[in-house]
Structures are given as structure tokens and as C-alpha cells.
């Protein structure tokens, strides 16, 4: 029996960097495949570049229309029994059809998907994949129906191969819904036509470059969090109306969104920014203590807001282990002086505040708490020295007191008591330096900060 044929469609608008490695990372394929290359308006002069393949590959001219025109007008061109659509940005690895035709044996199979390999704009490897976690295989359905989009993880476009059954059934695919992202499209209606196959070794390479249509910086994260809730609510109705009239099957999609949790993490991180920046004026700066969680999903190496600066801990480096307290403290004043305003812990970073007592009691005695359901503080100015309000003594804790209420007693002691331990740090400060003590620069260090570090 003989091998199912592959055609891979490289769609393109500009990239003229770019493309050149794609098209011959495609002709460098053995068995040769079926090379098609859909230029979507470029103008940037990539479209001379192609000339020299004109020989060797399907060329498709049109005027811009959108990542669904290209993979229309692409897979028109394409004869492949299994067709793969690669970015102009991205290269298949050596070899990579060979392990996507046998996966194609059984006929009845819809897609095969792999993580990739992510390089930089030189073409050297990160060391990390796209996407990093492990991907379902196996008859995806019924997962599907109950969760609606954003279902299960998928690989982003140029870690897809598609069978051309499928393929004529969803295309041509709506061009103006799916001007970016049409790969979401396709990943999500074919995992309702057929078995889904995956292949643990990745077979091509995504190219992070900074310019990347979908995966570039230059949207905030709020106008990518609601770009993506917009787009999820698209999908969703796609997929609604491609069950009932394609399969018989009624699904509200409002039950996708109480369930998907996908979604519920976009719409609360959403819910999150608006609190930011209601007390966050512009010019602002905010440290974000989000324990990586935010930089899942692309939103990594982004302003959170427009007009407001960001800042994380450490400068978002990867860190071994927790570092300790004084170091803690120590970044905390130095972002503060770099133009931070406000220090804000969502989710899952709050453990921050319990790990680090003295950075809580450093944040609620010479800062401001912001009220609200975003756990916050205004950080103190530089150069601020006037001490803590020592506030109402503490109530006694009763006998009867349940362990939770004890336990919110001996919190509100620890931080009171870091409170005067600032205070009285504070004052020896103070006088250190009217005696000319040089074992502190007070010029530049706030000093009651500082005093938390000691014992």
C-alpha cells in the first residue's frame, strides 16, 4: 500500500527575512513533496525573492488578505492527500515527512500535530517548545462538545498536518473572522471529524523573532487578552453552529464558557486589569508578582497596560529557588526607585506575601493597601522617611477563638510587630546618619526598608 502524498503550503505576508529558509527547508523534504507558496499581498520585497523558486514550487500571488485567503487560496492549489500549512517564519525539520505519512496509513485519522522546537530570529535553539505541555491524541470529540474551544492544547500552525477529507470539508474557511489565527480554525473542527495522532519528536521549528503576527510584543496585555476573548467567542460560535448543522448536535455556548478553563483564565486576568488600572494612573509603573503564571500563553515580554510601565521581580528571571528576604526586599526598592508605583499579587503569586513577612509588613506600613479584589499596594515614594502609624492596639484573642481565627490573630501580630521593627530601624537609621555613620549610604536606600533586614 502505498504512502499517502504531502503538500506543504507556506503562506506568507512580508517575512522576506524569513521565507527563503522555509521553502527550502520544504524542497529539502525526502520523499519530495508538493510545494505551494501563497504570498498574501506582500511589500516588503519578498515577492522578488520568490521569483527564483518559480520552477521548483506552486506560486500563488494575491492581493492581502488574511491568514484564512492564504490557507484558502493554498489549499485550492494543493493536491496532497495530507496537506501542512507552514509560516513563512517557521522551517520543517529534515525528515519530518517521514514520520507524517505513515500517521496518515488509516484514512479515517484527521490530523497529526507535534510540539516545535522554539529558535530565535538567527535560527539557534531556545531550548524550549511550542506548546511545552504534552498533547491529547485519540478521538477528541466527545472532549470537545463539553469543553467547546480551547479544549485540549494544540501545536500553533506549523505544527499541523491535515488530511485533505477533512480539509474539504472546512474549506474554504470564513476570511474575515480569521484574519489572523486561522490555524485555531482548523485545529479545533478537525479534532470533531476523526482520530487525532501526535508525534512526541517535533518535526518543524517556530521562530520567535519579536514580529510575529500573533505572538509579537507589540500589543499590551490587556489588548491581547481581549483580542483573544473576542476570538474565543468567534470559535465558539463556529463551533457551535458546525456541530448542530454538520453533526446533530445542540451545544449552548455559554456551558463552554462556566467550563473552559481557558477562557476563565483569560476572563480573569481580564477582570484583574481592569483593577489595575483603575488605581494605576498613566505614567505609572507596576511590578507584577504573578509567579509566571501570566506569561503562559504568549503574554510574556509585554507592557500589562497602555501608559503604565511593567515590572517583575528579578526581572522575571527563572529562579533556581526562592530567594531570601533581604533580597527580596532589596529588588523590591530597587524597582521602586526604576519608576514602580504599585506592587501587584495575583494569582498564583500571593504565597509571596506569606513567605516573606517582612516584605508584607514593609508594604502595609510604609505603603498604601488598595482596597479591592486585586491584592495591592501603592509602594512608598523614595525618600520617604515619616514612620508607621502604629494604628489600635490588638484585640486578645479568646480561648474559645477557632484555629483559623488564631491563626488571623498571630498575622496581624507578626505584621504589626515587623511594623515596629521599621519604626525603631528607621530611627537608628536616622541617627546613624546624623552621627556620619558609613556603613549605610541613606542617599540612595530607604531606610526603614532597610532596617527590616536586620534581626
Avoid at 496532497?80 to 507552514?86: A, H, K, P, S, Y
Avoid at 498533547?135 to 472532549?143: F, N, W
Wanted: glycine share 8%; with cysteine.
Amino acid at each position: 500500500m502505498s504512502l499517502p502524498t504531502v503538500s506543504v503550503v507556506v503562506n506568507k505576508f512580508n517575512y522576506e527575512r524569513y521565507v527563503g529558509l522555509a521553502i527550502e527547508s520544504a524542497l529539502a523534504q525526502r520523499p519530495r513533496v508538493e510545494v505551494v507558496v501563497v504570498d498574501d499581498g506582500s511589500t516588503d520585497g519578498s515577492r522578488e525573492l520568490l521569483s527564483k523558486y518559480r520552477r521548483r514550487v506552486k506560486l500563488v500571488l494575491q492581493d492581502n488578505g488574511g491568514q484564512a485567503a492564504a490557507f484558502n487560496s493554498g489549499f485550492a492549489a494543493a493536491t496532497g492527500d495530507v496537506v501542512l500549512f507552514l509560516d513563512a517564519d517557521d522551517v520543517l525539520v529534515r525528515g519530518a515527512v517521514r514520520t507524517i505519512q505513515p500517521a496518515f496509513s488509516d484514512p479515517g485519522v484527521a490530523k497529526l500535530h507535534w510540539p516545535l522546537w522554539e529558535i530565535d530570529s538567527r535560527g539557534r535553539p531556545t531550548g524550549s517548545l511550542r506548546p511545552e505541555g504534552l498533547m491529547p491524541e485519540g478521538d477528541l470529540r466527545a472532549r470537545v462538545v463539553e469543553l467547546g474551544p480551547l479544549a485540549h492544547a494544540n501545536p500553533p500552525t506549523s505544527g499541523n498536518a491535515f488530511s485533505r477529507r477533512v480539509l474539504e470539508r472546512l474549506l474554504p474557511m470564513p476570511v474575515e473572522e480569521f484574519r489572523i489565527c486561522a490555524d485555531a480554525y482548523l485545529v479545533m473542527l478537525a479534532s470533531t471529524l476523526g482520530p487525532v495522532r501526535r508525534s512526541l519528536v517535533p518535526l518543524s521549528s517556530w521562530r520567535r523573532h519579536g514580529e510575529n503576527r500573533y505572538n509579537g510584543i507589540r500589543e499590551t496585555v490587556s489588548e491581547r487578552v481581549r483580542a483573544d476573548l473576542e476570538r474565543y467567542n468567534v470559535l465558539a460560535a463556529t463551533l457551535a453552529v458546525h456541530l448542530e448543522s454538520n453533526q446533530g448536535t445542540r451545544v449552548d455556548p455559554a456551558i463552554w464558557r462556566r467550563r473552559n478553563t481557558g477562557y476563565l483564565r483569560l476572563e480573569r486576568i481580564r477582570s484583574s486589569l481592569d483593577a489595575i488600572e483603575s488605581f494605576v494612573p498613566p505614567g505609572g509603573g507596576v511590578v507584577l508578582v504573578d509567579d509566571g503564571d501570566w506569561r503562559q500563553g504568549h503574554l510574556e515580554n509585554r507592557e500589562l497596560l497602555q501608559d503604565r510601565g511593567t515590572f517583575r521581580l528579578f526581572d522575571g528571571a527563572t529562579l533556581a529557588e526562592p530567594p531570601a528576604e533581604q533580597a527580596v526586599l532589596v529588588e523590591t526598592r530597587r524597582l521602586r526607585r526604576a519608576g514602580a508605583t504599585h506592587i501587584v499579587f495575583v494569582w498564583p503569586g500571593a504565597w509571596w506575601l506569606q513567605q516573606y513577612p517582612a516584605l508584607e509588613s514593609y508594604l502595609r506600613t510604609r505603603g498604601q493597601p488598595i482596597p479591592g479584589d486585586v491584592l495591592a499596594f501603592e509602594l512608598p515614594k523614595p525618600g520617604r522617611r515619616t514612620p508607621p502609624d502604629p494604628g489600635t492596639p490588638l484585640a486578645p484573642v479568646p480561648r474559645s477563638a477557632s484555629l483559623t481565627e488564631r491563626r488571623r490573630a498571630l498575622r496581624r501580630l507578626d505584621a504589626k510587630i515587623g511594623g515596629l521593627r521599621a519604626s525603631i530601624g528607621g530611627l537608628e537609621r536616622e541617627l546613624a546618619e546624623h552621627a556620619h555613620v558609613d556603613a549605610v549610604d541613606l542617599r540612595h536606600e530607604d531606610p526603614v526598608a532597610t532596617a527590616t533586614l536586620e534581626p
